[in-house]
């Protein structure tokens, strides 16, 4: 516990003090006997420098990587729109062609998946293309990016450095699951209800923090495995709680009879009953925050496992050194 | 050095606050790490800095000699 918080403060300062005096003010504050208000006081002392020596130039850099991951749901949300019209596109050709066609002629042929997609989240869907089908291939789409942004993550994250991921990561997502939810129609898309959509954001901003911590010191710690653990099943409690929050802020009443874990597996692929769970006021939002969980749980963790790599590399160095002496 | 200045002054500075100082005063050049010892790392005045204390001090010596003189007078 001291060491994360000795750790934590000590992140405050700007790199070249860090690296000057990091190691003199660490060993102080492991064998301070008023720990609580030295960390205070070298927190306090390190905004002081990190104010003193700020520079636009030198913070351009990360405000843009913020003001990119702050776009980023807006961007998975248009990955996930493009996945989908393709995939319906494939179901109605596969329907045209005579391989699900329920009732009467089609009534889509000739028109384009984005009509489809548009008239299955407005529940106008013709009998031609079954509801199933068309939530089936919503599910699959948003799988289908899930995976994408997990592959990409893997990736291209630990190229880029991040200052304090763990808490950077959840708020610019934060931000941005906001600035689309009120946006004039976009946010309509989104959630209905715009208190119940910031309510769930601000949720999930608070579980992803925490989780994040947790992973970054399981991984730290060498517990990989609990960690990818704690990865999955934190991520689908967080997502079917924030779910369920929606659902309960947004129509109260109409959650009363439902269980509260039914929430988000339910209405991820569209497939629950509007009349019981009305998943039209959840809108698109438990899609973004699968999204969004995915995003942001695959980078902290990514981040943390090169860390760690670094760390060992740095560890075995004077080693290597002293051999070779 | 928090606890000589604490004896000294009545007052432990923090860590933080303790190497701001540090940080200020080697910067300015009035002071300069010398080879670690054990696991301390010690500090030296510079002539610079021996200079600069010196004429501090006398300032001080003077203020406070004033400020005695005057409060026996009043």
């Not at chain 2, 204390?53 to 004033?66: D, F, G, K």
Request: aromatic share 6%; proline share 5%.
């Amino acid at each position: 516990m001291r060491a994360t918080v000795i750790r934590l403060v000590m992140a405050l300062y700007p790199a070249p003090v860090r690296d000057r005096y990091g190691a003199e003010l660490t060993d102080l504050l492991a064998h301070s006997t008023r720990p609580w208000r030295d960390a205070v006081d070298v927190g306090r002392c390190a905004l002081a420098d990190r104010a003193a020596t700020w520079t636009w130039a030198r913070s351009r850099p990360q405000l843009l990587r913020l003001a990119w991951l702050a776009a980023a749901p807006l961007g998975f949300g248009l990955a996930a729109l493009v996945v989908a019209v393709g995939v319906v596109g494939i179901v109605t050709a596969w329907v045209e062609d005579g391989g699900y066609e329920t009732a009467g002629a089609a009534p889509y042929a000739g028109r384009d998946a984005s009509a489809i997609v548009r008239d299955g989240i407005a529940g106008n869907l013709s009998p031609a293309v079954s509801p199933a089908a068309f939530s089936v291939s919503i599910l699959l789409s948003m799988l289908a990016v899930c995976g994408m942004i997990a592959a990409l993550t893997l990736l291209v994250a630990p190229r880029h450095h991040l200052v304090a991921p763990v808490l950077t990561l959840p708020a610019s997502l934060t931000v941005g699951i906001l600035a689309i939810a009120n946006l004039p129609i976009v946010g309509d898309v989104l959630g209905q209800t715009r208190s119940a959509t910031v309510l769930s954001a601000l949720c999930w901003c608070a579980a992803m923090l925490t989780l994040g911590v947790v992973i970054t010191v399981l991984i730290r710690q060498g517990h990989t495995r609990i960690a990818v653990a704690v990865l999955v099943i934190g991520g689908l409690a967080t997502l079917e709680l924030t779910s369920a929050l929606y659902a309960s802020a947004a129509r109260p009443a109409a959650a009363d009879g439902v269980s509260a874990f039914s929430v988000w597996p339910l209405s991820i692929g569209g497939f629950a009953d509007p009349s019981r769970i009305s998943t039209d006021t959840l809108g698109s939002l438990p899609a973004m925050l699968t999204m969004c969980t995915t995003f942001a749980l695959t980078r902290v963790a990514a981040i943390a496992v090169h860390q760690r790599k670094a760390r060992f590399l740095k560890s075995q160095k004077p080693t290597t050194r002293s051999q070779h002496a | 050095m928090q606890e000589d200045i604490a004896a000294l002054t009545g007052e432990r500075p923090g860590p933080g606050t303790l190497y701001g100082a540090i940080r200020r005063l080697e910067e300015q050049r009035l002071i300069e790490q010398m080879p670690e010892q054990d696991r301390r790392k010690p500090y030296r005045l510079t002539d610079l800095g021996a200079r600069a204390l010196q004429a501090e001090l006398v300032r001080i010596r003077t203020v406070a000699s004033t400020g005695l003189r005057r409060l026996a007078t009043a």
